[in-house]
């Protein structure tokens, strides 16, 4: 079909309408700037809906110098720009949209509907306010040969101009809900530099035994500690879910950039799981050492330790029948038994995405060092953070940042263009 142009020279293209979209929307709005938000989907915040279906996790309530932490590698890139939007911050803007938070015991941030959609109408209806225009079915292709952002619409491909252009096109999970990371080849044609989307906040696969699968697939094993065996990290405290095909849930998304980094270089990655957190080593060997007469080992492990028929299968997944006669070695293993993994499940199931377009190649305002004019916020940037309330808040301090950056450099080029008329 014949390509339309539309001439709106005086906007600031946004190319994605989750919630780092939708905040540089506004940001910019709020400056006296004319904004086009584009999206691939019928409607915006599609995943942002999805995520609050379990609880909308806004952010958490622990202190600034661990909250930062969570951002691993990127810890250096992102401290300062959530410095500038913390979660002191963010529940202060989310109360402006007369929606209240408290904080869950688990010191994580929730509505106190503990529901996505009435924030997300709330703050669509302070955007139509502030004039931002949505273009909904408009998904990106490129650019042409001007440089004009193309997208294919239900009447075919059009061209836009555009006085900046700022993209937040998410990761690579969810792609149903329009984050699908086709955005990488494209930005990879125009020179810039994309780390490959990985799965994060992941499940992972190991193969279990008919049995077990058939007798404890979907069923949580509750309080144990973890960690990544050869670590240096500390036991982690917490949940997660057998499953048909391996493990998932809280506690193995908090490992899970450890667990992929192991898998990578070593072609496996073990989870060592200490059954009894709270049952010191000495007490768990004098407990197995404890004469059990005429009852099952079960039964013993049940009656003296407390170990469910989960948590007593599980050793029976991992260990040899041999282990089982040695108290010691039995000791051993329920205080540090070693899952070992083999795959990560597929990033389309995954809650998050590791990688994306690395910060080495943007300036402080995440614009395109080698493309003025071009910024990214949110998921399509090189960081990943556990669930929790961190993914949400970094998404919604670069998307402030990548908008200051544009106002600033609209400004400047109008000043520039100003000097030049003179």
């Known amino acids: 079909m014949t390509k339309t142009h539309h001439q709106q020279t005086d906007s600031v293209a946004i190319i994605g309408g989750g919630p780092a979209g939708l905040m540089v929307a506004e940001t910019l709005a709020l400056r006296g700037i004319t904004v086009d938000v584009y999206d691939a989907m019928p409607s915006v915040g599609r995943k942002f809906l999805m995520a609050g279906k379990g609880g909308m996790n806004l952010t958490h309530s622990e202190n600034s110098v661990s909250f930062m932490t969570r951002y691993a590698e990127r810890e250096a890139q992102l401290a300062p720009m959530i410095g500038q939007f913390d979660a002191t911050a963010l529940r202060a803007w989310v109360n402006d949209l007369g929606i209240d938070t408290y904080v869950g015991s688990s010191g994580r941030v929730f509505p106190v509907d503990m529901k996505a959609a009435p924030l997300l109408r709330a703050w669509l209806h302070r955007l139509r306010q502030q004039g931002v225009r949505f273009h909904m079915r408009h ?13 294919a619409t239900p009447d075919g491909e059009v061209c836009l101009p555009a006085r900046a252009q700022v993209f937040a096109l998410g990761g690579g999970s969810w792609a149903k809900l329009g984050s699908d990371g086709a955005w990488v080849n494209l930005l990879r044609q125009r020179g810039l530099d994309v780390a490959d989307l990985q799965p994060a906040n992941c499940g992972f696969d190991l193969d279990w035994s008919t049995f077990f699968k058939d007798k404890f697939a979907g069923q949580p094993i509750l309080t144990v500690a973890a960690r990544v065996q050869g670590g240096t990290q500390p036991m982690r405290k917490g949940q997660f879910v057998i499953t048909s095909t391996g493990v998932e849930g809280s506690l193995i998304y908090a490992l899970s950039a450890a667990l992929r980094q192991q898998l990578q270089s070593q072609g ?20 197995l050492e404890h004469p059990r007469g005429s009852r099952s080992l079960s039964s013993h492990l049940k009656t003296r330790l407390g170990l469910d028929a989960l948590k007593t299968s599980l050793l029976h997944e991992c260990l040899d029948k041999t282990d089982f006669a040695q108290a010691s070695v039995l000791a051993h293993a329920i205080k540090a038994l070693p899952v070992v993994l083999q795959a990560t499940r597929p990033i389309d199931e995954a809650i998050s995405s590791a990688g994306g377009l690395r ?19 949110g998921e399509m940037l090189d960081w990943e953070a556990p669930t929790g309330g961190y993914l949400l808040t970094a998404c919604f301090a670069t998307a402030r940042v990548a908008a200051s950056g544009v106002a600033n450099w609209l400004a400047q080029n109008s000043r520039e263009l100003k000097m030049s008329s003179t």
């Open 268 to 287: 496996k990655a073990v989870l060592e799981l200490d059954l009894l957190p709270d049952t010191p080593m000495e007490k768990v060997l004098a407990e």
């Open 139 to 151: 998904r990106w292709l490129g650019w042409d040969e001007q440089g004009q952002l193309r997208f």
């Open 359 to 377: 910060f080495e190649g943007l300036d402080e305002n995440l614009m395109a060092v080698q493309h003025p004019g071009l910024f990214f916020a």
